[in-house]
């Protein structure tokens, strides 16, 4: 469990808060969630250029992530107020709607909470956060991005995709896997299982600690 301001690491349970969004008023975190993967995402602040493109991109790949049964939602310790202006903005100015909930954190509470506020960046603003959470509201990855340099929303749905692969097919994901590719077989633990694992011809087999498969179609 988290205890005090100290970063979520991955296995913690995600901490739960309440707060005020865009689209609901008064918010209750976990019940928000249910039994959704929620991508948790937090940006420096409102009227910025660079996180006006994330949040854009995100609306952009909005129903790729619901296909996938995860919610997204955005933070910053700006006010409510300035959330909804921006997102006017940026429907009126941009053309794109932003479908998913933002958090106004005005008094940092649940940015200190999840580690949002570095103050060797800023010690009034957010840095680029990103927390994938899974259904049972357990931390499964994060990713920190400074400032100046903008998220790659490709990379988070296919982090997304790969951790609900692993969890499906007892599997993991080898480097640069995309949906579609071999997975990694799980290592050997006992000789048999060494044996047995080198017997396999429908396998590509690099080795015995290093054994890639299709999953089924």
């Given at each position: 469990?988290?205890e005090?301001?100290?970063l ?24 928000w ?8 995402f ?6 910025t ?12 790949q ?8 995860v919610?997204l939602i ?8 300035s959330?909804?202006?921006?997102l006017?903005?940026?429907k009126?100015?941009?053309g ?9 954190d ?5 940015s ?9 960046a800023s ?15 357990t ?5 920190y ?5 903008g998220r790659?929303?490709?990379e988070?749905?296919r982090?997304?995709?790969a ?8 599997c993991?994901?080898?480097?640069n896997?995309?949906e ?20 396999h ?17």
């Open positions: 469990m988290v005090g301001n100290s979520p690491r991955i296995g913690d349970t995600a901490p739960d808060f309440q707060a005020v969004t865009t689209q609901s008023g008064e918010f209750h975190f976990s019940e969630q249910g039994q959704s993967w929620v991508v948790l937090s940006h420096p602040a409102d009227f250029p660079v996180c006006a493109t994330e949040l854009m991109e995100l609306a952009r909005h129903e790729t992530f619901k296909a996938r049964g919610k955005g933070i910053s310790v700006d006010s409510i107020h959330h909804l202006a921006w006017q903005n940026m009126e100015k941009m794109v709607a932003i479908p998913y909930p933002m958090i106004a005005m008094d940092m509470k649940v200190q909470l999840y580690g949002m506020i570095h103050p060797g010690t009034t603003a957010t840095v680029r956060a990103v927390f994938v959470i899974d259904p049972k509201r931390v499964r990855a994060l990713i991005y400074p400032m100046n340099a790659n929303v490709d988070i749905i982090l997304v995709t951790l609900q692969t692993a969890d499906k097919h007892a993991a994901t080898p480097v896997w995309r579609g590719e071999k997975v990694v077989v799980p290592p050997p633990k006992t000789v048999a299982d060494v044996e047995e694992r080198l017997s011809q429908d396998r590509e087999i690099k080795d015995f600690y290093l054994s890639l498969k299709d999953l089924p179609g």
